[in-house]
């Protein structure tokens, strides 16, 4: 069974760092026909899609982050991993990983993790 | 970067047929993807590459394109399809639609 679970802090504070951790199982990093990508959903709002990485460890991210996004993987755990630094309330969000398909002209994103609910507050 | 443009919402009566479009200047030349997304829930991939529908998902549901504009279309609408729906496509960044309500009424 193919899954991915997101993992990390439910409250943060203003200016800090988040890291979140994306723990897939049922599939491969190092798979050549997938990716992971991180998307966020303000309360209320669209689906925002942030990072992609692929199995080649191409990373790709939202232009209008300003350099705030890095994502990684750790193959041998499993991981995907996604650090925000300089948060704002703005950044409060709900936070998925997701495992891409396709090529980059036409990915797609078929499975989705539960979530998790980040909120940026002091 | 470019832009998806949905309707905010739409609303039909459970067995009717419900069109959701997705507009968008460079739709000629990409793909779009699907998701329903229930409250509480994450997203649920509907349809990808325009009308190619995943394994699970009932025929009820089915895409089409036409020019710079594509449909999600819902025949038979059942109280269960009531959800926000968001076209997506990718040209090395992806972006998201603003979301489509759909109220069965």
């Known amino acids: 069974q193919v899954t991915l679970r997101e993992s990390g802090p439910v409250l943060v504070n203003p200016t800090e760092t988040l890291t979140l951790t994306c723990t897939v199982s049922?599939?491969?990093?190092?798979?050549?026909?997938?990716?992971v990508a991180w998307i966020r959903q303000s309360p209320g709002k669209a689906l925002e899609w942030l990072a992609h990485?692929?199995?080649?460890?191409?990373?790709t991210y939202i232009t209008s982050l300003n350099n705030r996004l890095t994502i990684s993987k750790d193959t041998s755990k499993s991981h995907v991993v996604l650090t925000l630094t300089t948060l704002d309330p703005v950044d409060t969000a709900t936070y998925y990983c997701?495992?891409?398909?396709?090529?980059?002209?036409?990915?797609?994103?078929?499975?989705w993790g539960r979530g998790t609910l980040v909120t940026v507050s002091s | 970067s470019y832009e998806l443009t949905q309707p905010l919402s739409v609303s039909v009566s459970p067995g009717e047929t419900a069109r959701i479009t997705c507009s968008g200047e460079?739709?000629?030349?990409?793909?779009v993807s699907w998701y329903q997304q229930k409250p509480g829930q994450a997203p649920v991939l509907l349809m990808y590459k325009d009308r190619e529908r995943p394994s699970g998902i009932p025929e009820r549901f089915s895409g089409s394109s036409s020019g710079t504009t594509l449909t999600l279309t819902i025949s038979g609408v059942q109280a269960e399809d009531e959800a926000d729906y968001y076209c997506?496509?990718?040209?090395?960044?992806?972006?998201f639609g603003g979301g489509t309500k759909l109220t069965v009424l």
């Open positions: 990485i692929s199995s080649n460890d191409e990373k």
């Open positions: 997506q496509s990718a040209d090395i960044t992806v972006v």
């Open positions: 460079t739709l000629t030349s990409k793909y």
């Open positions: 997701a495992r891409t398909l396709g090529y980059p002209q036409d990915w797609y994103f078929d499975l």
């Open positions: 049922g599939f491969a990093l190092s798979d050549p026909r997938m990716g």
